[in-house]
């Protein structure tokens, strides 16, 4: 495919973006702003200043603008006035936690009823051309032994995930049913196209670092104490978050740009992630420094921290996964920087705001 010139599809638009407070919808809206669009920004609460003053600072330096809409994911009809007249809708509201108690509540109806609820918007919404799903690269996998079984070299766009449930890996099965739903519903009309991004997991400095983001967690974790006794050995595709805006704006802005797009810069490891960290930063922070072995993690893991039960230890841990990313360098053009870099300046976002503290 013949990636169309940049400066033809980048006039400026009117474009919703759902989760607007997020930590990779800042990135996205900075980039719209940069190209001028005038984004209508939905929120759960647009009178939550404190949640909106990164996008506000944004909007004072930027030659874009932003309208701000109330809208929750759960609330049939609500995206309405913000869609009114946009173009192009980029869907990246949905829950990311792999804290909670109620799976089908918390993750699995917001996700995939939140899809639907924006999607049929987007067909009762006259002027939209294109939606932008965020999915994920976990609704093509579920655990790192899918990739072993699928006896592939990499995963690619082709593939599901088809082992998560709302007992095992809940948050990679809500992502699944909810990219499933946005297929099913887009196969339903003419009036735009859907193309889905799905990154692997998100590193690199927030517009706001007080995200509510996994990829925080995982973060301040690793220089927490968290796993001093020893990380496991798990294998995880990465990229850097400025990336997967550009990759949302490819998939928005390039009439040719269609299907799923794995966004994934490097197949690493957490405890590449606690190298890289304890080469840049010393020892000022207790990362850990040696790879737990299995066993031991197996059974020690649930009582670090609950998201590690015994099966997606043993179903992950050891076990590296391989994802193809060059659908999205040919498509969509992306150029992923080194993982060094989007860690180190990740991690140096975390101190200069005093949200790690040396011990
Ligand atoms: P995040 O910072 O937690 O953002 C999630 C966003 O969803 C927030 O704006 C949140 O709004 C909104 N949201 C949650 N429940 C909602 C509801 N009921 N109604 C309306 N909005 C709701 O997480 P993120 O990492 O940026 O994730 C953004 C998207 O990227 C998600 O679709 C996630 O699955 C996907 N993704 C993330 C990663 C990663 O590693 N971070 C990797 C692959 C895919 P509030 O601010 O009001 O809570």
Redesign the pocket.
Known sequence: MVISNRSTFMSPRQVMV????????GWLIKRLLEAGHHVHAA???PANKQ?LAHLEALQADLPGNITYFA????AEGSYAEAMADCEIVFH?????SLRVKDAQRELVD?AKL?TRNVLEQAKRTSSVRRVVV?????AVFGDNADFLASGKPFLSEDDWNTTSSLTHQPYSFS?TEAEKEAWKIAQTQDQWRLVTVN????MGPGISPY?????FNFMTQLADGTFKSGIPNFGVGLVDVREVADAHLGAAFIPEAEGRYLISAENSSFPEIAQILRDQFGDDFPFPKRIIPKGLIWLIGPLIDKTLSRRVLARNVGYPVKIDNRKSIRELGITYRPLEETVTQMFQQLIDEEIVVPS
Do not use: H, I, N, Q
């Open positions: 759902s989760g607007a407070t997020g930590y990779v919808a929120v759960r609460d949640k809208a929750d994911l759960l990246t509201a949905s829950p990311f917001p939140g965020t999915s994920s690269y976990v992502k990154p692997a997991f998100v995200a509510t983001s996994e990829s």
